[in-house]
């Protein structure tokens, strides 16, 4: 691919959009995917996404409307370009890892490496070795074997996912991974929501969100906090649109004004096309970073407040009475919140937040939304605890138009859970999974994927198989990241496209490549279909249409597969060869394990598939009390002293995480560069900065370990004060590994202590190096 170049840093910034979408959008869209293939393959694509007899767009978890009420381009501007980065007519073939050392490549970029194409057969890295060459198939899995049986221990193997994998795949990977006897299955979801997990099952007994499309749809009031729907989860705007149009209200919370929270217009709609399109959000508050939990208890105090003065009116006691418990508790501490501090962390004014509140009183059923915004921050857990509580004081849980959103990243990053993928999941789950394939699964728990870098780093696991994803972009700390994957024996990727994790090897190190969504996939069963889950619990089918983009690849579930019966050799228990074969014998077995997937092959050949039962929505909590439980949250905000700012670490418009499709952030006005640090015009000034300075950023934790990212360009940008906000993963380096949410163990990707210093290099930002 001698005409792709490392991308040049050339920044230009025009003000940010008010609006999302319109036909732009689906101009850009259009154009990344005839600059990676043929028309004829764009069309395929396209009119296959998100259809009832077609594949599950690969961007994000948002759900697709009822089968009847689907548009015939049921797809926004970024499903359109996640797909066609994935049906590129690109190849990386044997010949270019031949003309390309390993060293070579870690130079290069993300965009870089990813623009090369479709990987094409597998290749192996040997120790020593300077380049990647070809292996067959049986060869390099019985390296994979070799080494995992070399192991003192199954605990020194690591199997990280990427929410990309569909559920029969992932309900293989855990099972091979705990017959092995191992639960070290950390995933993206532990850098991702894994704060709304453990808030969600502590406080209502299950990690998932409670609402549907048609609550969304017919809900009184919904709050989007922490989120960024026009750029992350484009087609939610859509939903909104409709709520507005059914007499909802939208309160948007957050650090920036994001395009799509102002205003939208429908790419598929003449309304959308023509006219200034919907305002999205009623009311903006531009909070400060870290501020929700501090929201929500003034909310809270607020409703008690009101509750007081007109008793029986504001408050469900009846729900409160059946279905809850340690009321009393959280409202005794709730009184208590104090104003100051809630001005303080917050930064809003006390007639913002009254707005609000009489909103809410105005509402018979509210819905909360949030994403990373909440979940990245050391709080996240407190945050979204205190937000069910705020559901719960009046009774918007398991109510029509009610309850709450965690908007998920990964198409099926749900799914996975659900099939099993969690480094502990519960004793029930492992119980059923032992009983149907007569064996005891491993009891003590496994690691997370921060967790899982501290074991590389010292020395405790030694071989790291990741199924998707992009681990050694995706992590915290990357230079200790790197140099744990580097101390790894084996490091084995499952992937579809070269990446990062490609060129940061153990002592040996394999590629294997694999179909995509899109691909068509055969076995010799026939044609193969898999299914996903959506942020909604929708489980429905997903069937590739495309050639494959090479014909040595395998399907993940052959891969898992074939690994797994070269590591455990074949046993009647476990028919491997049958699930290769046909996916339909893995949904029977999910379908014995899994709660909810009785039947799970006849009811997935519904058009549109089915809903998985969430017991909230029936008044059942499977908390230990076997009711929601009303939480405590103590006053926390991020501390900032003087001459610092709070970092962000967060997605362009052009960007799908790990990987940049251009270096260009649509909506807020930024062009052709990725290492710029927008801050408010105060705080540049108070720091003594100009917009457009060369800074390098600084992080500094409290160990008194400093990390550097060096040539960042300061943009002025409407930036809540005291916070900044740049592009992840080129800021992964900020982060130190120990610096992680309470109880999720999540990453704090949203809060980054960070000091701007004048560029110590002077020159020009270097997007070109693979940093
Ligand atoms: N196009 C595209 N779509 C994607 C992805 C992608 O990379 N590209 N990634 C997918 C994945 S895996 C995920 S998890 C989702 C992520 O979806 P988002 O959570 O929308 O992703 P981020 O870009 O991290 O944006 C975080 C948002 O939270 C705001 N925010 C930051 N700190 C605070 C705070 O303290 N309080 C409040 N109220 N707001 C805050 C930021 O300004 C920003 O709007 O998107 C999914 N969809
Ligand atoms: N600083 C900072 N760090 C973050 C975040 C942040 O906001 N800030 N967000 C975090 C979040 S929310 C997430 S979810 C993680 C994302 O982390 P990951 O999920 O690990 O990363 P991705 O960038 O989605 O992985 C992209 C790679 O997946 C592979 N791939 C794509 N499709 C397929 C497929 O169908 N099959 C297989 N086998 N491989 C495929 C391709 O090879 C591609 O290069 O990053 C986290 N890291
Ligand atoms: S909203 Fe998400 S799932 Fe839907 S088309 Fe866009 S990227 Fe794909
Ligand atoms: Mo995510």
Known sequence: MADIQDPVDDLSVTPPKEWATGVPAVTHALEYSLGQTSVRRTALTLLNINQVKGFDCPGCAWPEPKPGKRHKNEYCENGAKHIADEATSRRVTADFFRDHTVAELDQKSDYWLNQQGRLTEPMVKRPGAEHYEPIGWDAALDLVAQELRALDSPDEALFYTSGRLNNEAAFLLQLFARAYGTNNLPDCSNLCHESSGSALTETLGIGKGSVTLDDIHESDLVFVVGQNPGTNHPRMLT???????????????????EAGLLRFKHPQKARGVIGRGTQIADQFLHIRAGGDLALFQALNLMLLEA????????????????????????????????WDDVLMATGLSRAEIEQVHEQVLKSR????????????????????????????????????????????????VQGDRTMGV??????AFMDALGREFDFTPPEKHGLDSVDGIRAMRDGKAKVFVGVAGNFVRATPDSDVTEEAMRGCRLTVHISTKLNRSHTVCGDTALIL???????????????????????????????????????????????????????LGDSPAIPWEDFEADY???????SRVVPGFEDFNERVAAPGGFRLPNPVNQG??????????????????????????????????DQWNTIPYAMNDRYRGIHNARRVVMVNPADIEALGLADRDLVDLVSVWHDGTERRAPGFRVVSYPTSEGSAASYYPETNVLIPLDSVADISNTPTSKSVLVRLEPAASGGAPADGVAL
């Open 239 to 257: 939903a909104l649109e409709e709520t507005k149009r059914n007499g909802g209200r939208v309160i948007a919370v957050n650090t920036l004004p």
């Open 584 to 590: 339909g014998t893995v949904r029977d077995r999910i």
């Open 422 to 427: 969690w480094e502990r999941m519960p004793q």
């Open 513 to 567: 490549p694999t179909l995509g969504r899109s691909d068509r996939d055969v076995q010799a069963g026939g044609e193969q279909f898999y299914t996903v889950e959506d942020s909604m619990s929708e489980v429905h089918a997903s069937r590739g249409r495309l050639a494959p983009a090479s014909p040595h690849l395998l399907s993940e579930i052959a891969i898992i597969s074939r690994l797994a019966r070269k590591v």
């Open 620 to 653: 059942v909590f499977r908390t230990p009390s076997g009711k929601a439980v009303f939480t405590v949250n103590a006053f926390t905000m991020p501390e900032v002293p003087a001459g610092h700012l709070l970092l962000q670490t967060l997605r362009s418009h």
């Open 307 to 338: 509750e007081e003065k007109a008793p029986g009116t504001v408050v469900d006691h009846d729900w409160i009475t059946t279905h809850s418990t340690g009321y009393e508790e959280f409202a005794e501490h709730a009184r208590k919140t104090s």
């Open 365 to 412: 059923s509210v819905i909360v939304c949030w994403a990373m915004g909440v979940t990245q921050h050391k709080h996240g857990v407190p945050t979204i605890r205190e937000i069910v509580n705020f559901l719960m004081l009046r009774g918007n849980i398991g109510r029509h138009g009610a309850g709450v959103c965690p908007v998920r990243g990964h198409s099926n």
